[in-house]
């Protein structure tokens, strides 16, 4: 049955375990325009509720789907034109729901080069292949003399044979049902093996838990995928597909049983027969199995990458939503030694009012006037919070940010000291908006401002990098950068939406990601802004330069105006339902600015009395509790982690210390967690929590302050083991320093290594050794991506 609209929405709704109408509803709001934050937002009614996390699946089946229907059109045509489609075929076509399926059967019609097997059908072969499977009594040799072909290269019963061989091959290695029993017996049974290329021992160390490594194919972890595609990649790896990992050397495999049997070939020990089972061997050998392995392999690589996105989109999306430390005059230092600490003051808005630089750290050492240059700022511009870059001196100069504070207690006892993560500060410095923004600044003193920034509001900050150059992913650059791409600007836009954004502070880069509005329509709207003064109310928008009406309608609702003409601009409800909260206030008798935040009042309306043809019972509902809390930020309280004195590098950490930090990223296998050392440290998923968990997700989250233990230390290599379960015990002859490894040393300015070890089974009982987390390579890799 062809995939058609119908058909579409009935196959994502199965896969959703959702209603056929809610699908169709969705693909057709979509196909008109609609975004996916507007569609969870304002279309509750006609999606059935469907929210962010199924719309975007919904998006990329819808995708998907699409392309595979094309495909069979595409495929359709061409048998057609041939003149070999056959009502069977044309329904297994129209029945096959992957692109795999599809192009299996395909396969004998696909235009393709000259084969050996088609230069022997052209030379008369065919009728002789054809025999020997009708007739298996036949003298195989005998029946061979009568094709010899000289001019067309079959000089001798031999190579006739070896032709008829391989029409037979390539016959059988097209058969999209045999091809299915095939794949379904690897998919259950084959592993992967990764071997040591010779002579590579000493280039490729770090890459030795996998010189001699077997993994059951279907089941490889997306970081150990990765890490041996990487392996293979810079050619100190081989990778193979082992289909029958239990057979004794020298047995045949069990996919040539599956070949016989499917073409009902029972074997005995005529001549033909023992010609047939060469012609089996080498179908598996010869064809299937190297299509197989690149397949499987292949396949692999596509799961491995999907699960890297998800963790880097999912790791995005927390560092996005942070809690902000609000709109106060910040000053942001940007630490350095001999080029000195930079500094920068922005007002309640972001912007930028002074900078300076100044030298307290070695070589200058002019730590008291540094204090005094600080401090003059601070009672200058009011400062109210210091946000300190976490890179090269940041521990020195929280320290100088701690007597700055001492210093003005008595005139400024609010001024807080905030350490702030420096990933892609650089990046934005460089960038050509930076440029724009601050076209006679420094680099190092842009840094200062976006670290300030980032500490007023990370969200607002965030979006002028690129999300890849955040650094909070996993194996990064060996994925797919369009399918990376494509997720994390889908969470950029998710997590916009969701907080809203100030109409009148707002820069383009993330006016941009508001839903409905593009980077041309973000400038016009800062450009008009620009040039009439604030925005008064939402529908001044319709003013600006290309803003039309469909753009209007998806963006509204996510823009804020704060203290403008109407009190519903400053909330999420969207300028399409104000007649309904006009309606509520006239039947309470209440001025619409006293209904809005009238808890007791709102708690007490039914939203059932307002439910129109055009409103239902979602939207009312979700209107209301707006009302309650109108323009609520999304994002937790701030909060900060509070570094040990005196604990400021590597050298310091003993075993048994209970430290706070903040969890900079989240994979498959633990936690990354700064604790002010320079040098993230892991805790590994059996030390998250005392109870059995798959996902380190559903503990802990990028953002996240939390408290734990040092496990162990190992200085040389830069390697930091911690424990949030605070009362785990230390194995002693393992918290001790080991002897120094070269090949894996820790480089900071290295790429990002290439491998955890194979951490322990997650059925093994809660209490691991304490050094679980040290087996692990990626203890490096994503403090070098953090730097």
């Known amino acids: 049955m062809q995939t058609n609209a119908h058909n579409i929405a009935q196959i994502i709704a199965q896969e959703l375990n959702v209603r056929e109408q809610q699908v169709a509803a969705t693909i057709t709001l979509l196909d008109d325009g609609a975004t996916v934050p507007f569609v969870a ?20 089946r819808l995708g998907y789907l699409r392309e595979l229907n094309d495909r069979r059109q595409v495929i359709l045509s061409s048998i057609q034109a041939q003149g070999k489609l056959t009502p069977e075929l ?131 972890p997306s970081h150990r995928a990765l890490a041996m595609l990487r392996g293979r990649n810079e050619g100190f790896l081989a990778l193979s597909m082992n289909a029958d990992p239990a057979a004794e050397a020298g047995q045949g495999s069990y996919c040539e049983v599956i070949i016989s049997d499917h073409l009902g070939l029972k074997l005995g020990d005529s001549s033909v027969d023992q010609w047939l089972k060469t012609v089996v061997t080498a179908t598996w050998r010869i064809k299937i199995a190297l299509q197989m392995e690149t397949e499987f392999i292949s396949q692999m690589r596509e799961r491995a990458e999907a699960e890297a996105i998800k963790v880097f989109a999912r790791n995005l999306g927390d560092l996005l939503m942070a809690a902000p430390a609000g709109a106060k005059a910040t000053m942001g230092l940007d630490p350095g030694l001999r080029t000195g600490v930079k500094v920068a003051v922005v007002d309640n808005t972001g912007k930028m009012l002074c900078h300076a ?16 240059t600080l401090a003059n700022l601070v009672k200058m511009h009011k400062v109210e919070l210091i946000a300190i870059g976490n890179g090269t001196a940041s521990r020195e100069t929280d320290k100088l940010a701690a007597e700055l504070i001492a210093a003005v207690k008595d005139t400024h006892p609010q001024l807080t000291k905030v350490m702030v993560s420096e990933a892609g500060a650089s990046v934005y410095s460089a960038s050509e908006l930076a440029a724009l923004e601050f076209p006679d600044l420094d680099v190092s ?49 998710d997590c916009v939406n969701g907080v809203g954004v100030d109409l009148n502070m707002a820069s383009a880069p993330l006016l941009s990601q508001v839903a409905g ?83 007791d009042l709102l708690r007490s309306i039914k939203p ?70 320079h040098q993230d440290g892991l805790v590994h998923i059996s030390s998250l929590t005392d109870k059995f968990i798959s996902d380190p997700h559903t503990v802990v989250k990028a953002g996240d302050v939390v408290k ?10 830069r390697r930091i083991g911690l424990s949030m379960r605070l009362d785990e015990a230390i194995d002693q002859s393992k918290s001790q320093q080991r002897p120094h490894n070269p090949a894996r040393t820790h480089n900071s300015k290295a790429p ?36």
């Open 608 to 677: 059932e009395e307002f439910i129109t043809a055009e409103f239902g019972l979602p939207t009312v509902t979700d209107i209301l509790a707006e009302l309650d809390k109108p323009g609520r930020d999304p994002r937790g309280e701030f909060k900060t982690a509070k570094f040990k004195d005196g604990v400021e590098e590597l050298k310091h950490l003993k075993p048994e210390m209970v430290l706070e930090g903040v969890v900079t990223n989240v994979t498959n296998f633990g936690a990354f967690v700064d604790i002010g050392v």
């Open 708 to 717: 734990v233990k040092v496990m162990e230390v190992d200085v040389e290599r």
């Open 90 to 220: 044309q329904r297994a076509i129209d029945d096959a729901d992957s692109k795999t399926r599809l192009e299996d059967l395909y396969l004998p019609f696909k235009p393709k080069r000259r084969t050996k097997g088609q230069i022997a059908i052209e030379a008369g072969l065919e009728p002789l292949a054809d025999a020997l499977l009708a007739d298996r009594s036949a003298d195989v040799e005998a029946k061979a003399a009568g094709y010899i072909n000289s001019d067309a290269g079959f000089v001798d019963v031999k190579a006739v044979l070896e032709g008829a061989r391989y029409i037979l091959m390539e016959r059988y290695a097209e058969d999209a049902e045999l091809l299915r029993k095939v794949r379904e017996h690897l998919s259950q049974n084959s592993v992967l093996e990764s071997r040591l290329i010779a002579g590579k021992e000493k280039e490729g160390a770090k890459f030795r838990d996998y010189f001699e490594h077997t993994e059951q194919l279907a089941k490889i």
């Open 445 to 493: 003193i842009r840094g200062a401002v976006s670290i300030a920034r980032r500490l007023q509001d990370p969200l607002a900050e965030l979006v002028k990098i690129e999300p890849k150059s955040i650094g909070v992913g996993q194996y990064q650059h060996d994925v797919s950068q369009s399918q990376l791409s494509g997720s994390l600007e889908a969470v950029v836009e």
């Open 41 to 60: 937002r304002y279309r509750k009614e006609a999606t059935g509720g469907l929210d962010d996390t199924q719309l975007r699946t919904l998006y990329t």
């Open 752 to 787: 990002q290594s290439a491998k955890p070890a194979a951490r322990p089974t997650q059925k093994q009982a809660p209490k691991a050794p304490a050094n679980a987390a040290m087996g692990n390579a990626f203890a490096d890799a994503f403090a070098k991506l953090k730097k």
């Open 357 to 372: 630089t100044i030298f307290p750290h070695a070589p200058q050492n002019l730590w008291e006037k540094s204090i005094r």
């Open 517 to 599: 509005l593009n980077k041309t329509l973000a400038k016009n709207v800062v450009d008009y802004r620009d040039a009439n003064g604030q925005f008064k109310n939402r529908k001044e928008l319709l003013k600006v330069p290309r803003l039309g009406p469909k753009a209007y309608e998806q963006a509204a609702g996510f823009l804020r105006i704060r203290e403008g003409d109407n009190p519903l601009d400053a909330s999420s409800v969207h300028p399409e339902a104000y007649s309904l909260v006009e309606t509520i206030a006239k039947t309470k008798q209440v001025e619409l600015a006293s209904l809005m935040g009238n808890s």
